[in-house]
């Protein structure tokens, strides 16, 4: 981008460059900054409504997410235990850690082209 | 990204990568697909309604983005003329042009990235 395209606003007013990346399951979209939070504290705290309560989201609202995950995968992403004497349990599978590392990677390489794109803007 | 990541899917189902970009004003979205879209049609059509019919969105929408971007700009980036006997009219300024070209240029890299992280999954 020209040097200079900065000089466009009022002044002191800065611009940046932003954006968002998700992986898709046959044209909708699948994996993103939410599902992937959710499913790393379901491993962190073995709890899907630990876990939805930790992002402020409705008990409801994480199922519906966990079930559209496990829905497109071979083998479920979450897997959760009957509750018994001590409650039930939620783990991730390996494919589900599988996932959040691809996704990791993606953002890292997102991070890079949005701090690339940044850099020619001024 | 390793490769039969895709064979997490059940059968048939295809991961894609996908995402968006835009252009903040002092951390606020300020430029993206739809004020670019806009602008683009106020300069073929010169008409902000007729620009903003054609895209389905209501006048006072568009007048909201319009006047988003102006507030933000040294110079306004859309200018009205009055109505009169043949109807007033809407040009874009010589900097909606830039920015409109900076975001194409922005979107090509964009799906560039996307292109080379689609082409990591399989």
Redesign the interface.
Known sequence: ??KN?G?????G???????????????Q??FGPGPVELLDRIRATGSISQAAREMGMSYKKAWEIVNRLNA???SPLVQTSPGGKNGGGSMISA?AM??VK?YG??RA??RE??SR?RSK?Y
């Open positions: 981008m020209e395209f000089s466009l606003l009022k002044k007013r800065k611009f940046s460059v932003n954006g968002s990346v998700w992986i898709e399951c046959d044209g979209r699948f497109n995968t071979k494919e599988l996932l691809q990677e993606l390489h997102f082209f949005l794109e803007l």
